[in-house]
């Protein structure tokens, strides 16, 4: 009782805007990107076996798929209740408390919960060709499905990695057979399956829509990655920058009696998306200017799909302005400083792991609907942030 008091007190004293505590999160596998800000003498804070810390994520009401030796909350996402993070407390537990007072009515009545999460995905080099589950899948190992959306920020990239090229899904004339084949390999050779796809380079700035079912090997640059709520991969690619990956990340979310089945893994590829010709044409995501005023400029920058959306919003040089939103959100600062409502914000140029910041917010439902006064404190540099939340459908929609 005492803390659900301690909730219910932040939020009113807060007007539903939460500051949140980065949360960043170690993989075993690739090379740090070293370009989430976090002090060189931390990207191996959680110790040398659990590999360096490559993601920082945001608003998150889950768990990282990360291993037996992750913590029970690893990439799980904390409120700064007081300034002092040994009093923070977790994310899930003002969603679980406050429920449609922090989320609105429809999102809560529809979803029972947050049901998104994005990250900073920071690797030196290109990451695995692999595909993320559908609903259905996924439900068979008792998991969700995973689409997901990837946005290059100019600020957190001053330089491009290994491999600023990421491939999507396969050659349109590449046939079911020739990828078993290469899968029937796995645990014998270098199967190369990227010789089988496409890369695209990456243009700073624009984004991507990945469907579940659609191979994807993510290139160099730090990505900002709005997606839903789940971690589970199939991953087709058995060497990649020089690492190798044995079979249990191939078969890692398959049932039982499906493991070493690659006729099963070919099932969870959707065959159509992943060979489809005009797929740049269809999941390539430009930016769309909302409203560019003398105050502020918004784009949307993650759309085009039923799961989940995201802006950039710039507020110009010393001016201000209210911003009103039809959804609850998550957003976090990449440029400048000033006022996030009556919290002061700030784009962080180092952090310590375990430090509090005041880059990384969640605003209610309340509070978005009615509008958060954002001030740039900056006489020269624009303050701006990005806004993750769940696509909600509207009257006349036609997604």
């Known amino acids: 009782m005492m803390k659900e008091n301690t909730i219910v007190r932040y939020f009113e004293e807060n007007n539903g805007i939460l500051n949140m505590v980065p949360i960043f999160v170690p993989r075993r596998f690739g090379n740090a990107g070293r370009r989430l800000r976090l002090h060189p003498h931390d990207y191996y804070a959680l110790g040398t076996k659990r590999g360096s810390i490559k993601e920082r994520w945001f608003s998150s009401v889950i768990t990282a798929m990360n ?13 700064n209740i007081d300034n002092n993070v040994e009093n923070k407390i977790l994310f899930k537990d003002f969603v679980d408390t406050l429920k449609e007072d922090i989320l609105g009515k429809d999102l809560y009545n529809k979803f029972g919960t947050w049901p998104m999460y994005s990250k900073f995905f920071d690797y030196e080099g290109p990451l695995f060709h692999h595909l993320h589950l559908d609903f259905e899948s996924a439900a068979r190992v008792g998991k969700l499905g995973k689409p997901e959306a990837y946005y290059y920020p100019p600020q957190y990239n001053n330089y491009p990695g290994k491999f600023p090229h990421t491939y999507f899904g396969l050659n349109p004339s590449v046939s079911k057979e020739e990828v078993r084949e290469r899968l029937l390999n796995y645990e014998n050779e270098d199967i190369r399956i990227t010789e089988l796809s496409r890369a695209y380079r990456i243009e700073l700035g624009t984004g991507w829509y990945t469907p579940p079912g659609v191979l994807h090997a993510p290139g160099s640059y730090l990505t900002y990655e709005p997606q839903w709520n789940s971690d589970v991969n199939s991953v087709y690619e058995n060497i990649t920058d020089g690492e190798i990956y044995d079979s249990s990340f191939l078969y890692e979310n398959c049932p039982e009696d499906k493991m070493g089945d690659v006729d099963y893994v070919l099932s969870l590829l959707d065959w159509e998306k992943n060979v489809d010709p005009y797929y740049k044409k269809k999941y390539f995501r430009a930016p769309i200017v909302l409203e560019d005023n003398e105050d502020y400029t918004e784009k949307l920058i993650v759309y085009g799909n039923e799961y989940i959306e995201a802006k950039e919003l710039t507020i110009k040089p010393g001016r201000e302005a209210v911003i009103k939103d039809e959804t609850a959100y998550g957003a976090i600062l990449v440029q400048g400083y000033g006022y996030f409502g009556h919290h002061k914000c700030s784009t962080p140029s180092m952090l310590r792991f375990g430090q509090l910041s005041e880059d990384e917010f969640f605003v209610s439902y309340d509070a978005a609907s009615k509008g958060v006064r954002i001030k740039n404190e900056s006489k020269f540099e624009p303050l701006v942030m990005l ?12 997604k």
Not at 389 to 398: L, Q, R
Request: net charge negative; proline share 8%; hydrophobic share 25%.
């Open 67 to 79: 291993g037996e030796l992750a913590a029970p909350d690893e990439g799980m996402s904390y409120v």
């Open 387 to 398: 806004k993750h939340y769940p696509y909600m459908e509207k009257n006349g929609d036609k």
